[in-house]
């Protein structure tokens, strides 16, 4: 095996061995995914730009639910990298009738409006609920491409 530069240990933390970073794992070692290659400086600012973007994002959603009167939570939105879909993560005691609001949102957002519901009762894989998930899956932070770089403490 190549070394890539992350090591995973036995109190399930990935170790990058080329700075001083270390980040929980919930999931153990099968969900790691395979590393092609180091982020570019470019990427890493459309990722935050994006990120600021889907924060915008939900603020809007969360708007035109209440004008509409909607019995649903929206708790995170993302973009796919492409900008070819936009999917949103909701909350709702049962079946909720969206249709009206896809289309809303598609007059904004002139892309494919995805909406998935999450169960509210049903744990994730680490034990959290799926909003507690959802919302720690948005606060990942981007780490430096420069190896020699310290400043990411």
């Known amino acids: 095996p ?6 995973y240990d036995t109190n399930n933390t990935f170790k ?5 970073i270390s980040l929980p794992s ?6 790691l995914k395979r590393l092609l290659r180091l982020a570019t400086d470019d990427e890493i600012f459309l990722l ?7 924060e915008e994002l939900l603020k809007i ?6 004008q ?6 929206v708790v995170d939105a993302e973009y796919q990298f492409d900008r070819h879909k936009l999917t949103f993560f909701f909350e709702a005691e049962g079946r909720v009738d969206f249709r009206e609001l896809v289309r809303d949102l598609f007059s904004i957002y002139k892309t494919r409006i995805w909406m998935q519901q999450l169960d509210k009762s049903a744990p994730g894989v680490d034990g959290t609920h799926s909003a507690e998930t959802s919302n720690r899956i948005r606060n990942i932070a981007v780490l430096p491409t420069d190896r020699n770089s310290k400043e990411a403490k």
């Open 68 to 73: 509409r009167g909607l019995p649903m939570k």
């Open 2 to 7: 190549v070394n890539s530069g992350v090591e």
């Open 61 to 66: 959603c969360e708007e035109k639910i209440v």
């Open 48 to 54: 935050v730009l994006k990120k600021e973007e889907e």
């Open 26 to 31: 919930h999931g153990g070692s099968r969900d």
């Open 16 to 20: 990058c061995s080329g700075c001083d």
